[in-house]
């Protein structure tokens, strides 16, 4: 769909807004607990009835996924009426409809390798938030060296059968489906990879919470014993999924990035530390040393979220996202670290609890966020593997013997 103008677009954004202010459910105003999170798929139990209302209302305009095709279930608008759509959330102060693997990784790599007969089948259920899908891809042996995966996927005339473990696997416990690199050739490294889709409910699947330094379980090892998988489930040619792993990352990193990586209950950092430190007679925060450094934390986190942005906008101009995700995730985990490390500061004593009487749910909340982010220059590619990339796809430095 071409671009509107203005006019056309003040139209639409009048529409838009009025649609969602009459159909946001009034209850979504309370903040999302952490357990809320609209992941969807056929085992979700839905805490708020209204939050399932609102995934269902913005799924039926494709709006869960606003720019993809209206052939799929997406809700066919251009790079301009998504942007208007976005900004009225913003202001409406909107909950996300739907959380979802599908939407930032799977999808885009599904309508760009996946035949027809596929798109059909799996885009619009990821649309609608009725598949949770989870990623398999690094393995106890294969972490920063991707390419060097082992799960074996061997041909057994009408499917295939694979064997093999992942590790890391993101809510793998939780998931419907996984998207998954396997090995079809092992006379060969990258050439010799191939992405399949599964159903994790398949025979031969197990899965294993890892338990986190945070006290949390997002992570899974995932273990595969002769599981079968129909042959149609092969995305892309065989041994040629080493390209798709490749474009589904730069996704990922993209929506890392973008998102923040989130956690700390949402609390925003100068409010916890004038609240732990006071204020002094200017109302400014009483701490000379700690307020230059929050400013200049402050002044680097606008910078980036411009910088993402710029890059969304970019990618949605050309042919995706490009190597300077690499650079976008790297940056991120930085500063999502940097956070945490200043609220824990600024919170002193409080911000060493665990639990008990002595601490409230938000300070206990950092406590666990800031133990949680120092995984976030490992997960979406090490920030050592992120600045190897940038080096040599960015930059175009060489190695030189």
Not at 54 to 66: E, H, K, N
Not at 213 to 220: A, E, Q, T
Not at 279 to 303: C, E, K
Request: glycine share 10%; proline share 4%; with cysteine.
């Amino acid at each position: 769909m071409a671009d509107f103008g203005a006019t056309e677009l003040d139209t639409f954004r009048a529409e838009t807004r009025a649609w969602l202010e009459a159909n946001y459910p009034p209850s979504l105003h309370a903040p999302m607990g952490e357990d809320e999170a609209p992941w969807g798929g056929r085992d979700m139990v839905w805490k708020n009835a209204d939050a399932k209302l609102w995934l269902d209302r913005m799924a039926q305009r494709g709006w869960t996924a606003p720019t993809w095709p209206k052939a799929y279930g997406g809700g066919g608008l251009s790079k301009a009426e998504a942007k208007v759509l976005e900004q009225e959330l913003r202001r409406l102060k909107a909950r996300p409809a739907l959380v979802s693997f599908g939407i930032w990784m799977l999808g885009p790599v599904l309508l760009e390798y996946a035949t027809e007969d596929q798109k059909q089948r799996f885009i619009p259920p990821i649309v609608r938030g009725e598949i949770r899908w989870c990623q398999g891809y690094s393995e106890p042996g294969a972490g920063s060296d991707l390419a060097s995966l082992q799960t074996k996927c061997e041909d057994q005339g009408d499917h295939y059968l694979i064997n093999g473990q992942k590790v890391w696997t993101s809510y793998a416990d939780q998931a419907d489906w996984i998207f998954c690199l396997v090995r079809t050739d092992t006379a060969k490294k990258h050439e010799g990879i191939s992405f399949v889709l599964f159903d994790m409910a398949s025979s031969g699947v197990e899965a294993r919470p890892i338990r986190l330094i945070s006290g949390s379980s997002p992570f899974c090892e995932t273990f595969f014993d002769d599981v079968k998988v129909p042959k149609d489930q092969l995305v892309g040619k065989l041994n040629g999924g080493w390209d798709i792993a490749k474009r589904l990352l730069q996704y990922e990193r993209q929506n890392i990035s973008a998102s923040g990586f989130g956690g700390g209950g949402g609390l925003d950092l100068v409010d916890v530390a004038k609240k732990e430190i006071g204020v002094d007679a200017q109302g400014r925060l009483d701490d000379g040393d700690l307020r230059a450094r929050i400013s200049a934390h402050r002044m680097d986190t606008h910078a980036f979220m411009l910088t993402v942005r710029r890059a969304e906008q970019e990618s949605k101009a050309g042919h995706g996202p490009s190597a300077a995700t690499s650079i976008i995730k790297y940056a991120a985990a930085k500063l999502n670290q940097e956070r945490y490390e200043l609220m824990v500061e600024a919170m002193g004593l409080q911000g060493l609890g665990w639990e008990g009487e002595g601490f409230d749910k938000d300070e206990l909340a950092v406590t666990r966020g800031w133990l949680r982010s120092k995984g976030n220059s490992i997960e979406g590619g090490t920030s050592e593997v992120n600045l190897n990339v940038v080096a040599k796809r960015v930059l175009g430095l060489l190695d030189h013997q």
